[in-house]
């Protein structure tokens, strides 16, 4: 069955590591997104990618990086930058247009200790 | 701006009790508007969607019509479950310039009680 993995579920980082959350989809679908979504809160865009080799930033984008050199995958790296990592994490994929909506991984919650 | 407002939470109900969510919206052009639903530790799901005025998307015993003159696509179910506690979400998408434009709400949360 097609479908968007991510990877790990859980996952722990020290202060100043950067960590990198995989995401892989097997949908066909054009456009990948990156959203963080903290408790009691909406979903906040971090990084998009419409084609491979070209991503652009969201509403959120600073302490974070992404990459996209393949359809399937766009994987988001938090870096040491990023001071209040602390949250759930969601990437989701889309036909070009999106106008049939998101598919969405189910999820990668990232702790700092 | 665009946008998407909906009914906060969160929402108790007792088991078959009917459900609306109310949801509104603002936005340019036609957008295409979306029902999510997230269970506890887990992403979004798609529920149920409309693309044009007076569509009606329905899943599960959800519903929701497109109304066009209210900009409303409030999410309703007449019975709801336990296995419906989760947290609601309303979306609207639209293609505007180089890229979709997606735009989500805060999201309802719903407790179903036996």
């Known amino acids: 069955d097609g479908g968007i993995t991510q990877s790990p579920k859980y996952l722990f980082r020290k202060e100043g590591q950067n960590v990198t959350l995989s995401c892989e989809q097997n949908l066909n679908h054009d456009a990948m997104y990156w959203y963080r979504q903290d408790p009691g809160q909406g979903l906040r865009l971090i990084y998009y990618s419409q084609i491979v080799n070209d991503f652009q930033k969201g509403d959120i984008a600073e302490g974070y990086s992404v990459s996209r050199e393949k359809k399937e995958s766009f994987p988001l790296t938090v870096t040491s930058a990023q001071k209040n990592p602390t949250a759930f994490y969601l990437c989701?994929?889309?036909?070009?247009?999106?106008?049939?909506?998101?598919?969405f991984g189910s999820g990668t919650r990232l702790t700092v200790v | 701006g665009d946008s998407v407002t909906q009914m906060e939470g969160p929402v108790t109900l007792s088991e078959e009790a009917f459900l609306t969510i109310n949801c509104t919206y603002t936005?340019?052009?036609?957008?295409?508007l979306f029902w999510y639903v997230q269970y506890p530790g887990e992403g979004l799901q798609l529920l149920l969607k409309a693309t044009k005025a007076d569509d009606k998307g329905s899943n599960k015993g959800f519903e929701a019509t497109y109304r066009k003159e209210t900009t409303s696509f409030h999410l309703e179910k007449g019975s709801v479950q336990v296995s419906d506690s989760a947290v609601y979400f309303c979306?609207?998408?639209?293609?505007?310039?180089?890229?979709?434009?997606?735009?989500f709400g805060t999201g309802t949360s719903l407790t179903v009680i036996p």
């Open positions: 979306a609207l998408s639209f293609y505007l310039g180089d890229r979709n434009q997606f735009y």
């Open positions: 936005a340019t052009g036609y957008p295409s």
């Open positions: 989701a994929s889309s036909i070009f247009l999106g106008t049939d909506g998101y598919t």
